[in-house]
Every structure is written in C-alpha cells, then in structure tokens.
C-alpha cells in the first residue's frame, strides 16, 4: 500500500518560515524516481512548486526560486520543503507528490492528502 504523509503546514506572518515534511511508505513499489510539492490555492489550479529527482536534482517554480528549498532524503523515503521569506501569495494547500515505478519501470504518480499553510500580511 502508498501512502505519502506530509506534516508542517500551518499559520505564520509574511516573512516567516515554515519546513513540510512527506514520509513515503512505496508497499510493493520498487523505487522512488522523483518527489515533489504542488499548492492550490483557493479558486485557483494546482500548480508546481519545487520537484527533485532521483539524482537529487531540484527544479523550482520561479515564483519561489531563491526562497524555497526542496531536498531528499532517500534513505527516509522523505522529501522536504524550506520555505523561507514567506508571502501571502503562498498560501494554499501544499500536497507532496511521489512518482513510483514498480519492477517493470511503469511509473505511476501518488499524492498525499495534503496540508494547508497560511501565510498572514
């Protein structure tokens, strides 16, 4: 059974930090490609905010290039998310994505439940 747990939202002032955490358990899956965070905030589309590869190479969107850190932890199955210099715009509700691949290599895409993070002016 998959099961992405994510942990670390919550409610801080512009400016401020917060770290998301997302625990992977891949059951019979053989390995892990590629993790990630996704937001939607409300009305809007859910959109990408950081990915890392299985070479722990990061990829960000430019909204949050330079305040955003997305790092791995591939022994943890973990991703992380730092977000400092926080800013109303990054609101929402934050889901950690995993793209597992089974013994055959078919990739298939998974989502935690998600957590919200609130960021005040």
């Known amino acids: 059974q998959v099961q992405l747990v994510e942990s670390g939202g919550g409610e801080v002032q512009a400016g401020g930090s917060l770290r998301l955490s997302c625990v992977a358990s891949?059951?019979?899956?053989?390995?892990?490609?590629?993790m990630g965070w996704y937001r939607q905030a409300p009305g809007k589309q859910r959109e990408l905010v950081a990915l890392?590869?299985?070479?722990?190479?990061?990829d960000y969107a430019d909204s949050v290039k330079g305040r955003f850190t997305i790092s791995r932890d591939s022994d943890k199955n973990t991703v992380y998310l730092q977000m400092n210099s926080l800013k109303p715009d990054d609101t929402g509700v934050y889901y950690c994505n995993a793209e597992l691949r089974d013994f055959r290599l078919r990739e298939y895409d998974y989502w935690g439940q998600g957590t919200q993070v609130t960021v005040s002016s």
């Open positions: 891949i059951g019979n899956m053989f390995s892990i490609h590629a």
């Open positions: 890392i590869n299985s070479r722990d190479m990061p």
